[in-house]
């Protein structure tokens, strides 16, 4: 048990853990909890289940690559407002936002999971996840001198956490580690692979603590946002990080009233990265403020934002319930600021770029991006600094995805599917050659092929016939995503009886071929 006193500093977590689950670190590669895990290129049934996004627009100038993002269906607030929020005090309608500040289980359904796109919105590459788990933080990252694929997968608890596992997958799309946490299960907000060959992951745990002080029960308990650095190869773990030792849920935004009988998640870890010198930038949501940790010490060197601000805030600085928070060269930290609800006030999120300097006590910011829709998002969202000086955003909870100029102008924006949200979003470069051969099939008279994660097809060549050793082309199409529909020639007759479908590059070159496989609509 600890007790909470209103201005002072936690300084230890104390013992008398009420939850603390031991995952272990690394697995063996190809390994999940509950047996085999297959390759994750694994067919996905006609491929047409695959979420799309709807490009509104597209300009000239966007960043080379890819889209990575975990696109999924989100339920209602659990202020079950629907989203507006009832008249009240501002100190209510600021907890309300709170509430909102988190994925949770969804209302609508559908296939979701880790998801490969192009420019047009057409996906590449589709994982779905198994019903009642979700996936986070899909992207391309270093390990061992090549490009790998990683992206976090578990369950998501009613309080916005998540238990589960980090995997790491090669270009064939096979898993080859995967990693959890060890002081706190393996938490949905963070997967950061390092030069080290270590992953920096987020975790919660659950504290009893005297809340008394804080409006809440002397019986109460807090969740304790935890930081580690685990070694991939090993499971190791480096460091460990408790937001309750060195913080104090008195400093919280969020209000103890909100969370009745569950732990109260004072400070709310969403991200952690290392800054250019080595140590960590740590955001806490729940109390509007990026943390520069050492890493050897675990010693807060200054706190940016929040009511125990190191600095003054320059013009233009405030920020709140934010997401993301990464260096991005000469003292400047980026954040994808939400602004919780405060879309009623006139608020609106944005992409913030804020100078910090230490020795001279200063804040200032450099630059900022707002969607020209005056995008507002309760929860998630991330900003990501292309190589070509572009930004590309994702807009989290309001289901939208952006890439702006390095003077600001909007090259390329999409929404997903109504009710969709998408925790982060990046563009980049991949080159993916599934273990899988293409499938195919006829569908609605349209022949279809299928090559999941494949990134090199031009084009497809259907060969038929109605014998499996005389098949002969029959027709092309250009590629058009993950499922491609080709069209049978117009004087083609009679469904054939058997198909295949050869992957071409731009050159023509035959990448892949599938089975030869039986038309179910033949006559």
């Known amino acids: ?23 272990g670190g690394a697995q063996p590669a190809g390994t999940r909890p509950g047996g085999p895990f297959a390759p994750v290129s694994a067919p996905v049934g006609d491929g047409s289940a695959a979420p799309r996004f709807d490009v509104r627009t597209l300009r000239p100038g966007t960043a080379p690559g890819l889209l990575f993002t975990t696109p999924q269906p989100s339920g209602p607030p659990t202020d079950g407002s629907g989203g507006q929020a009832p008249a009240q005090s501002p100190a209510q309608a600021q907890a ?3 509430a909102q500040a988190h994925p949770r289980a969804p209302a609508a359904k559908g296939p979701h999971g880790p998801e490969i796109l192009d420019e047009h919105g057409r996906p590449v590459w589709f994982h779905p996840v198994p019903d009642g788990q ?51 299960p393996a938490d949905l907000h963070e997967f950061r692979i390092t030069s080290r060959g270590t992953a920096l992951v987020t975790g919660y745990r659950t504290v009893p603590a005297d809340l008394s002080s804080l409006g809440g029960s002397k019986d109460g308990k807090v969740e304790d946002s935890v930081v580690e650095e685990i070694d991939i190869a090993t499971g190791r773990t480096l460091l460990s990080w408790s937001a309750l030792a060195h913080v104090s849920p008195a400093d919280s935004d969020a209000p103890v009233f909100m969370y009745g009988e569950q732990p109260f998640d004072y400070f709310h870890v969403n991200s952690v990265s290392e800054d250019t010198d080595g140590d960590l930038l740590i955001s806490g949501r729940h109390l509007s403020t990026v943390f520069k940790v050492d890493r050897r010490t675990g010693r807060i060197i200054w706190r940016l934002g929040g009511r125990r601000t190191s600095f003054p805030l320059g013009a233009g600085v405030r920020f709140s319930w934010q997401h993301d928070a990464t260096p991005a060269g000469r003292g400047t930290v980026k954040v994808f600021d939400n602004g919780a609800n405060q879309l009623l006030e006139g608020y609106e999120s944005r992409v ?13 910011l450099v630059r900022q991006l707002t969607h020209p829709a005056h995008v507002s998002s309760t929860h998630e ?108 020639p117009s004087r083609a007759g009679t469904a054939p009886r058997y198909l295949k479908a050869e992957a071409l590059d731009a050159s023509g070159r035959v990448l892949g071929a599938s089975a030869v496989t039986a038309n179910a609509e033949a006559s």
């Open 352 to 364: 913030a770029w804020i100078r910090v300097d230490p020795a001279r006590g200063t804040t200032r």
């Open 381 to 488: 969202g991330s900003a990501q600094d292309l190589p070509n000086g572009n930004t590309s955003v994702s807009w989290g909870a309001a289901g939208r995805v952006s890439e702006f100029s390095r003077r600001g102008a909007l090259l390329f924006d999409a929404t997903l599917p109504h009710g969709w949200t998408s925790y982060r979003l990046y563009r980049q470069q991949w080159k993916g050659r599934p273990a899988d051969p293409p499938t195919v099939g006829m569908r609605d008279g349209s022949v279809h092929a299928v090559w999941n994660g494949a990134t090199g097809v031009a084009r497809w060549r259907i060969l038929a016939g109605d014998a499996r050793d005389d098949l002969r082309p029959y027709a092309q199409a250009g590629w058009n995503g993950l499922d491609t529909a080709v069209r049978p």
């Open 96 to 98: 309300l936002a709170q």
């Open 134 to 184: 979700f996936a986070t933080d899909l992207r391309v990252q270093r390990y061992r001198g090549r490009d790998v694929l990683t992206w976090w997968q578990g369950t998501v608890t009613t309080r916005g956490g998540g238990i589960g596992t980090g995997y790491i997958a090669d270009e064939n799309y096979r898993v080859i580690a995967t990693v959890r946490g060890t002081t706190a």
């Open 1 to 23: 048990m600890i007790r909470i006193d209103l201005g002072s500093s936690a300084a230890a977590a104390a013992g008398g853990l009420s939850l603390l689950i031991v995952l």
